[in-house]
């Protein structure tokens, strides 16, 4: 059975740090692009950040310079580093396993102005 689990979320102040992690077990990890999503209430479920198993990464716009997604396939996990954090940064937190795989349940970030 493939589970995919995030922790690390909270409230936290404008301009504060936050890391996420996501740790996958009963699936190949290595192999696998790893994805972080986010999803604020009333809007659709966006991409903020993907690693590729060649260790490529890509990032939505509005998390550029801010953000840093990375992997230890070791421990079969994907962090994000979030940094400088803004308000319009509050959402629920998703790590995806693959393009196509499955879901963690998510993590809540809010950030207070």
């Known amino acids: 059975q493939v589970q995919v689990v995030e922790s690390g979320g909270g409230l936290v102040q404008f301009g504060g740090s936050l890391r996420l992690t996501c740790t996958v077990s009963?699936?190949?990890?290595?192999?696998?692009?790893m994805g972080w999503y986010r999803q604020a209430p009333g809007k659709e479920r966006e991409l903020v950040a993907r690693?590729?198993?060649?260790?490529?990464?890509e990032y939505a716009e509005s998390v550029k310079g801010r953000f840093s997604i990375s992997r230890d396939n070791a421990k079969k996990t994907v962090y994000l580093q979030m940094s400088s954090l803004r308000p319009e940064d509050t959402a629920v937190y998703y790590c995806?396993?693959?393009?196509?795989?499955?879901w963690g349940r998510g993590t809540q970030v809010t950030v207070s102005s």
């Open positions: 009963g699936s190949d990890f290595s192999s696998n692009t």
């Open positions: 690693i590729s198993s060649r260790m490529s990464t």
């Open positions: 995806r396993l693959g393009i196509v795989g499955p």
